[in-house]
């Protein structure tokens, strides 16, 4: 029975695989994953892009996700078509004191106008020193929060609109476009 017992104590222990060896193996199957992963993922867009008819701009889709604010509608005519686009007239930049009482801030915006004709355009155009003085009462009153997302950008709109149609009740305008904004 001792030479039993002394034959289990000499059998070689199995080996196991020094450190470093292990955590190389393990390294290497780790980028494996990764680009097994990698590829999947890339697979599986591009099916998706496939099934769905390519890149292509779904402006329905922009409609369903838009938020909410005052829409901006071409007119039609009398015979149901749209109307083209009027003329537009380009103010000067504003550069705002913001209200903030924490820190100086600063906004620069650009506005462009639509009108409805040559007529309105010349209009707005003698009247821009009252326009402006309006737009920049109510804009320094605005404070850095209120011109973030794009909610507020509606918001600030309708009431600059609402302003031009006090500064200029005979003007027919049929859009505001912010063309630049920064605050800072």
């Known amino acids: 029975m001792a030479e039993k017992e002394a034959k289990v104590d000499e059998a070689p222990a199995p080996t196991a695989a020094p450190a470093p060896v292990a955590a190389a193996r393990s390294g290497r199957l780790v980028t494996i994953l990764h680009v097994v992963n990698t590829v999947v993922l890339v697979a599986v867009l591009v099916l998706q892009v496939l099934r769905s008819g390519g890149l292509r701009h779904d402006a329905r889709a922009d ?8 829409p901006q509608r071409a007119e039609k005519k009398g015979d149901g078509k749209e109307a083209l ?100």
Request: charged fraction near 30%; glycine fraction near 4%.
């Open 63 to 70: 409609e369903r996700t838009a938020p909410a604010g005052p």
């Open 85 to 184: 686009p009027g003329p537009t007239l380009k103010l000067a930049d504003f550069v705002i004191h913001l209200r903030d009482t924490d820190v100086d801030r600063y906004a620069r915006v650009s506005f462009e106008l639509e009108l409805a004709d040559e007529k309105a355009k010349d209009t707005v155009t003698s009247r821009m020193p009252q326009i402006r003085d309006a737009f920049l009462a109510f804009l320094s009153d605005r404070r850095a929060e209120e011109f973030r997302g794009s909610d507020a950008i509606f918001r600030i709109k309708g009431a600059l609109v609402q302003k031009l149609g006090d500064a200029v009740p005979s003007a027919s305008v049929r859009a505001l476009y912010i063309t630049e904004l920064v605050v800072q």
